[in-house]
């Protein structure tokens, strides 16, 4: 086979399940988990004589993706019918946008370790989920939950400019990462709240003809869109490679055996008649409405990116692990305004934070500490009253313990609290030349790397509490002139 | 009989009955004439309570602004604990858990609600021969149609069975049987009375609407069935005003009519030569009357066959056999559950407009049907709405001939569509119109007329019509 002769071109439809309170198009809880079918009005059950009403929070979840990632917002907002049948869909329709979705434009900008560059999103438009129909639970029927029904969607569809898995990949962990700064989705691949599927096709290099696509859906995690990519990319060169048409089709992930099997010809594909929804007027989104929302955007994980490397001087890997998760990137940002040592912020954030929370299996928010008690701690170290591993090995877990009490009480209470005072320190340091009064001479005979002894010495005898710093300028000192 | 609300509350006030008595009489009447097939299920324990009910609030002081009146409801309205089946087989047994905002605003104002009357399946007929539950007949003549698809609710108020019904009018559905049956019957401007509740046939043309014996009647239901309501997002957000209360129209006023309409060949000679007879009249009373030139006649029926099916192939889909009503006992997985239930419990017009609405809407045919149809609406919509901006109203015939037999056009489904030439107009503008009963034509049956207002002008239509109602006819 000659794969390196192909290249795969991918794009993505990805479903964004909203966190609003009530469903799309009526008032009945979108509450995930909750007992089957109690989240059902008879708006939601499709019985005769309803009529749809826009939920306003699911169009400001729009417009806040859309301003997000730099898309034009469409002013004149139709909505339109898809039709099909189905047990779990009780209208026979699913209320869409066909014509004028809510967003058209915007880049989603992903990074890999072969790329940099933006992938430009064709349009995200609001729709309703589907109900749920389950196969496998009991031995004669098939049952149907109604609660999803009903629950608004963003369908968020990107050009086809991805050419590995590795670049989906990047692509989903960018806009997962971003509608959870915007706290519009949980963005929860497993639990489906967050879906996504692919479009592939494979073409020699240098064609400017696109291949077939095939489109593979029901992959629950990143991991299984790129399983299922690279998947799907070999099989296809595959084909190509022994002469085999691809057909057009819509094929279904097995993560079991990470293989992708058809589910539906294009010859079978519904026609869904798209045509105007009569029960809704068309919403009209104000240009004043948008620069409301806009004024209330939080800080996205692009803009704390680039003011943590450009403004903090913090690394690249720094920046990325803290703007990971917005949670932890707030955390470190509200600490950025009470000191000014942003790189030990960092280390501190980086470090014992979060490996605490990791012991814990906890998230940020259920951190006990304020960004102020790691800032104290900061203020502590640099004004040489702790050293960092007091600080962070006896101080830091003192303070999880009893997080009222602060850092320098709980320093002062133990004993804690660095000695610079030159007095006691020399007095340490006397102590320890005293005690090895052969290693002394070695020193002075050129073997400085005994300095160590003495600093270890001198760290025993004031149980950690010498300011390692002052003590071996101090130390030096004393060995010359003994 | 009593033959308004009016005359109704003052024999109450008298003493002479009481609501409880009233809905006795028509409890009786309509067992009496059970045989017009008019109503499909009466709610008598449910009517006696609350006329008890509605006789104690009049005797407390203060009755609501319906109270004494007995009303029959078209069955496609929802109300809770009662069935509804839009006349279909597919909904066989289905009761509603929640109740339309029209019937709900009309219990509120103390209405008796006497029981559902039977139509054309879905609304869709003008004969009302397409029930489920077998035609209504007319109450002259029981082997002639009372027109569709509102046609148990225009006998009701003929035959007397009750003061007035609800019905609805997608293309003609009040006015068309309310001309073929002498009474009054009034669509509202579309968005004055909320769909909540209403079984859809076509969304964008839907309106549910009073019929009644006179134009007072309507427009007091009217003003208690209209008005905002959350629930229906296509509604105008105004406030509606007190139709009753604004029935005094004076002074001359500026009509149009169409020559094409007056002309038409299909328009009954004798209908023709009534209306322009009432055109003189008015002429002579002051008023300005004008001939203009609409020569889009051709355009409306075939505009609105392919917009009203193509939203009806949608809004039938729901009724699959799955979640509620009729299932086929056939039935042995989900596709032959959506096709036997579908085909057993559809009858053979509402097929048809499915078929007809699912291919306007198919890839392909699109653009060639649907769009250009919603163009030629909006043509239309914009014409005679320029109209309307030089003429309070617009007078027609409301059909173009009376009633005829039973299985007389069932055959031919152009001559039955041809029913509503002069009504769909008004649907597919969104305009209000009313058919107010004309005369007797010489074959004994009567026969309406009808006005169309401007958008929102309801209540300037309903007193002119009140006008022609007192004066002219």
């Known amino acids: 086979m000659h794969s390196n002769q192909y290249e795969s071109v991918i794009g993505l439809e990805v479903h964004i399940q909203l966190l609003t309170k009530s469903k799309a198009y009526a008032s009945d809880p979108a509450t995930f988990g909750s007992h089957p079918n109690s989240n059902i009005s008879v708006i939601t059950l499709g019985h005769p004589g309803t009529l749809p009403k826009v939920n306003k929070r699911s169009i400001e979840f729009a417009v806040k993706l859309g301003l997000a990632c730099g898309c034009n917002i469409t002013r004149e907002n139709q909505f339109a019918r898809k039709n099909y049948f189905y047990a779990d869909l009780p209208k026979g329709y699913q209320i869409t946008q066909d014509k004028t979705p809510i967003c058209t434009g915007g880049t989603i900008h992903i990074k890999t370790n072969s790329v940099d560059k933006d992938i430009n999103i064709t349009r995200i438009h609001l729709e309703e989920d589907a109900g749920k129909s389950m196969h496998d639970q009991d031995p004669y029927d098939s049952l149907i939950d109604l609660n999803r029904a009903g629950v608004p969607l963003l369908e968020m569809v990107s050009e086809p400019e991805m050419t590995s898995a590795e670049e989906a990949g990047a692509y989903l962990t960018e806009v997962r990462k971003l509608v959870r700064y915007l706290d519009i989705c949980d963005g929860n691949l497993e639990e489906g709240s967050m879906r996504c599927d692919a479009n592939i096709s494979v073409r020699l290099k240098g064609d400017p003809n696109l291949g077939t696509k095939v489109e593979v859906k029901n992959m629950n995690s990143i991991r299984n869109v790129q399983r299922a990519i690279d998947f799907e990319i070999q099989r296809q060169i595959q084909m190509c490679e022994t002469g ?39 919403v009209i989104v104000e240009q004043s409405y948008i620069e409301k929302i806009r004024s209330e955007m939080p800080a996205l994980p692009n803009e704390l990116h680039k003011r943590f490397t450009v403004d903090f001087q913090l690394s690249e890997y720094d920046a990325g692990i803290l703007t990971e998760n917005k949670q932890i990137a707030l955390f470190f940002n509200a600490l950025s305004n009470l000191t000014s040592n942003y790189k030990a912020a960092a280390n501190w954030i980086n470090g014992p934070v979060k490996s605490w929370l990791n012991e814990n299996g906890l998230e940020i928010d259920s951190f006990p500490l304020k960004p102020a008690a790691i800032a104290e ?31 320098i009480d709980i320093a002062t209470a133990n004993n804690w ?41 001198v760290m025993k005898i004031s149980k950690g509490k010498a300011d390692p710093k002052t003590s071996s300028q101090l130390l030096k000192e004393a060995l010359d002139k003994a | 009989m009593y033959k308004s609300l009016a005359e109704t509350r003052s024999a109450i006030e008298s003493g002479e009955t009481t609501i409880e008595g009233l809905t006795r009489y028509y409890l009786q009447q309509i067992a009496d004439k059970s045989s017009l097939n008019a109503f499909l299920e009466v ?81 869709m007929g003008s004969s009302n021969e397409n029930s489920a539950y077998g035609p209504v007949h007319h109450h002259l003549d029981p082997n002639m149609v009372p027109g569709g698809s509102s046609g148990g609710s225009a006998v009701a108020v003929a035959a007397g069975l009750c003061l007035a019904t609800l019905g609805t009018d997608t293309g003609g559905s009040i006015r068309q049987p309310a001309s073929l049956c002498g009474i009054t019957g009034l669509k509202p401007t579309y968005g004055t009375v909320s769909r909540w509740g209403c079984i859809a046939y076509a969304s964008s043309f839907d309106q549910i609407g009073p019929m009644a014996n006179t134009v007072e009647d ?70 300005t009357v004008e001939e203009l030139e609409f020569p889009y006649l051709d355009y409306v029926i075939p505009a609105y066959y392919v917009l009203t099916t193509a939203e009806a192939s949608s809004n039938l889909s729901r009724f699959d056999g799955i979640h509620y009503g009729y299932r086929s006992k056939n039935a042995t997985d989900l596709e032959s559950t959506y096709k036997l239930s579908r085909t057993e419990g559809f009858g053979k017009e509402v097929k048809r407009r499915i078929m007809l609405g699912t291919f306007v809407l198919s890839s392909g045919y699109y653009d060639a049907y649907y769009s250009r149809a919603q163009k030629v609406r909006r043509m239309l919509r914009d014409h005679t709405n320029n109209i309307l901006n030089s003429y309070s109203f617009i007078l027609m015939p409301s059909t173009p001939g009376t009633t005829f037999p039973l299985g007389g056009k069932s055959s031919d489904p152009i001559q039955m569509y041809l029913e509503d030439i002069y009504t769909v107009q008004a649907n597919l503008c969104g305009l209000p119109a009313i ?22 002008k309801d209540s300037d239509m309903l007193a002119f019509a009140a006008r022609l109602q007192n004066d002219f006819v």
């Not at chain 1, 591993?389 to 999880?400: C, D, G, K, T, W």
């Not at chain 2, 009910?53 to 007995?70: C, F, I, Q, T, Y």
């Not at chain 2, 009963?437 to 169309?452: D, K, R």
Request: with cysteine; proline share 5%.
């Open chain 1, 244 to 282: 085999q048409r691809i057909d057009q089709e819509t094929r279904s992930f097995d993560a079991v055996n990470g293989s992708t099997f058809t589910l539906r010809s294009k010859e079978k594909a519904n026609d869904y008649r798209y045509f105007p929804e009569p029960d809704i007027c068309p």
């Open chain 1, 377 to 407: 701690l900061i203020s502590l170290i640099d004004a040489g009253q702790l050293n960092f591993s007091i600080a962070s090995q006896r101080v830091f877990p003192e303070m999880l313990k009893t997080p009222e009490v602060s850092a």
């Open chain 1, 417 to 457: 609290i660095q000695a610079n005072d030159s007095n006691e320190l020399q007095g340490w340091i006397e102590e320890a030349i005293a005690k090895y009064p052969g290693k002394v001479d070695e020193y002075k005979a050129g073997k400085t790397g005994l300095i160590g002894l003495f600093m270890g010495e």
């Open chain 2, 43 to 123: 709610f008598q324990q449910d009517a006696l309570n609350q006329a008890i009910a509605a006789d104690e609030k009049r005797k407390l002081g203060n009755p609501g602004k319906l109270n004494g009146m007995v009303i029959g409801i078209k069955d496609v309205l929802c109300y809770k604990g009662h069935k509804v089946s839009s006349s279909s087989r597919i909904l066989e047994g289905f009761e509603s858990i929640y109740t339309a905002t029209a019937v709900q605003r009309l219990i509120d104002e103390d209405a008796v609600i006497i029981g559902r009357l039977n139509c054309d399946e879905f609304a």
């Open chain 2, 218 to 287: 309507c427009a007091i239901i009217l003003e208690v069935i209209a008005g905002p309501d959350e629930h229906d997002s296509t509604m105008i957000q105004k406030p509606s005003p007190a139709y009753s209360q604004l029935l005094k129209s004076e002074g001359p006023v500026k009509i149009a009519y169409f020559k094409q309409y007056i002309e038409s060949e299909g328009l009954d000679t004798e209908i023709k030569a009534y209306v322009l007879q009432l055109i003189e009249k008015l002429r002579a009373a002051g008023h």
């Open chain 2, 435 to 456: 058919s107010i009963p004309m005369g007797q034509h010489s074959n004994g049956f009567p026969f309406g007329v009808q006005l169309v207002g401007g958008a929102s």
